[in-house]
């Protein structure tokens, strides 16, 4: 475990690589979604099938959310966006990367490589999409409703996931409702500054979208691909928001692919 402090917050990163020294032949970094999520959901899944694969993976805890610290404001999204530019200066990460974001990660991640268009590989975006005018409704919709289910009514709330989904779900969203209690991000997140289409078209790298076929976010493929210059999108079958977790081999295929072809086409136009 590594602390990274970056000026304004301190972030627990994991870092892993690929095994006996071998030299990195790139570097993902791994962006995790809100509020009950954390970098464990890639340690367990597909991190160590990236560095298996020759990789440099880094992956962190959001502030607020697993070890990171939790500063009781600064969680728009351009305060996210600032955490990870600052992480990978700090780690001396220089070059282009792959960036993979899962739900609001994703949105974290395309955020990045909208201000960086030089700075990204690739985007991989699982169950996620760019920050637009609809997903700041959205979002302000589904942080309302923790606010209000969770934060003033904590313990009925919990009763019903504990019974209903685990303890192991009920401690997560016992974290989520004091994240939500404790610090200003669901008044922040909705308030962020969202891209406009003509941003969204300066993210030249190839991005890949994943998602559940049950989920209501599959509707957004057509779009991302009229929108994006170099996009594809995958839609995978009987599955809904937590694709990344319960078929973590289909998607981490999928962005391993992507990595690939993605360094085969940049060797190609550097040789």
């Known amino acids: 475990m590594a602390m990274v402090d970056t000026g304004s917050v301190r972030l627990h990163v994991q870092r892993i690589g690929p095994r006996q020294g071998r030299p990195a032949t790139a570097t993902v970094v791994l962006v995790h979604g809100l509020l009950t999520d954390s970098l464990a959901s890639y340690y367990f899944t597909v991190a160590p099938a990236f560095a298996a694969a020759g990789l440099d993976v880094v992956m962190y805890d959001l502030r607020g959310h697993g070890r990171s610290g939790r500063p009781a404001a600064g969680y728009t999204l351009d305060d996210n966006i600032d955490d990870l530019e600052a992480l990978l200066d700090r780690l001396g990460v220089t ?7 899962n739900s609001y990660g994703g949105t974290i991640a395309f955020g ?10 690739s985007v991989s975006l699982v169950e996620s999409e760019p920050a637009t005018a609809a997903w700041a409704v959205k979002l302000g919709g589904i942080l309302d409703r ?17 019974a209903n989904r685990g303890h192991n779900t009920a401690r997560l969203a ?62 995978i079958p009987g599955h809904e928001h937590s694709v990344l977790v319960e ?25």
């Not at 070059?95 to 974001?101: D, F, K, M, S, T």
């Not at 790298?205 to 559940?212: D, F, K, R, T």
């Not at 078929?247 to 040789?271: D, N, P, Y």
């Open 247 to 271: 078929a973590s081999g289909t998607v981490g295929g999928h962005i391993l692919s992507l990595v690939e072809k993605a360094g085969r086409v940049a060797a190609e136009a550097t040789g």
């Open 95 to 101: 070059g282009p990367v792959h960036l993979v974001g």
């Open 112 to 121: 990045y490589a909208a201000r960086h268009p030089e700075r990204a590989a």
């Open 146 to 162: 923790v606010m209000t289910q969770l934060a003033h009514h904590e313990s009925d709330a919990i009763a019903w996931i504990t």
């Open 174 to 235: 016992k974290g989520a409702a004091r994240l939500a209690r404790e610090t200003s991000l669901g008044r922040d997140i909705p308030a962020s500054r969202v891209l406009t289409d003509e941003r969204m078209a300066a993210v030249r790298c190839p991005v890949l979208g994943l998602y559940g076929a049950d989920s209501d976010l599959a509707e957004l493929a057509p779009w991302l691909r009229a929108v994006l210059p170099d996009c594809r999108t995958v839609v």
